[in-house]
C-alpha cells in the first residue's frame, strides 16, 4: 500500500508533527484499505474562513475542510485530494471541549481524510458508519472516542 502526506505549515500555533499527520492519514487509509497521496495544509482562521466561503458558501471558519482530487478519467494519479486544518479553531475547540489538544487534531485529520475518500454525515446513517469507522481508527491508535461528551463527564449534573 503507497501512502504519502505532505504536510504544508502556513499558520504557526500547536500542531503536531510531520510524522503525527502521516500517521493518523495512513491509519485511516488503511482501515478503509486505499492508498494515494494527500496533501495537508494548516491554515490560519482567515483562510479557513475564505476557503469555506469560497467553496461551501459558509462565512465562518471551521475545523477542517476536505477536498477531494476531481481529475479528469484517465489521467491516472494517486493525489487522494487536499486537507486544510485550521490550528485556531482546532486549539478553540479542543479547550472548550477540553479534549486532549493532539487527540481532536488526530481526531479532525481522520475525519477529514474519510471526506477525500468518500464518506460523509449528510444523512444521519452515513453519520453514524463515519462516527463508527472514526472511532475504531483512533481506537487502534489507542485514541479515545471523540464522540464522548467529556464536559458532562467531568461535571455530571
Known sequence: ??????????CGGDSPDDDS???WVSA???????????DLKIVDSNEIQYLNKTYRG??????????????PPGIPSDLLGDLALCTPVIE?????QRKVLMHHWAHLTIHGTLHLIGFDHIEDTDA??????EIDILASLSLPNPYVDYTEECHPS
Open 1 to 10: 500500500m503507497n501512502i504519502s502526506v505532505c504536510v504544508d505549515r502556513a
Open 28 to 38: 485511516a487509509l488503511k482501515a478503509c484499505r486505499k492508498s494515494g497521496h494527500v
Open 21 to 23: 499527520f502521516r500517521r
Open 128 to 133: 453514524e458508519i463515519m462516527e463508527s469507522l
Open 58 to 71: 459558509k462565512d465562518a471558519a471551521t475545523n477542517v475542510l476536505s477536498f477531494p482530487s476531481e481529475l
Open 92 to 96: 478553540r475547540e479542543a479547550s472548550e
